[in-house]
């Protein structure tokens, strides 16, 4: 289950995408407001550090600093 992004999001999400116009009054338009929360969703999932892949053979050689 996803979690609806907030206000703030959705006008962070709204910069990010360089929109133009008024955003209360796109907001309002059911195909644009799907569109934006789509993108905050994207923008707040990336936004997590994700971990480094894992390399077996710096690990069996006990090398994981590089």
Do not use: H, I, Y
């Given at each position: ?31 644009v ?12 999932e ?6 480094r ?5 710096l ?8």
């Amino acid at each position: 289950m996803c979690v609806q992004p907030e206000d703030q999001e959705l006008r962070a999400a709204w910069r990010r995408l360089r929109m133009v116009g008024d955003f209360e009054t796109s907001m309002r338009n059911r195909a644009v407001r799907m569109a934006v929360k789509a993108a905050a969703r994207a923008m707040r999932e990336r936004s997590f550090p994700t971990k480094r892949p894992c390399d077996a053979k710096l690990r069996a050689a006990n090398d994981t600093n590089t």
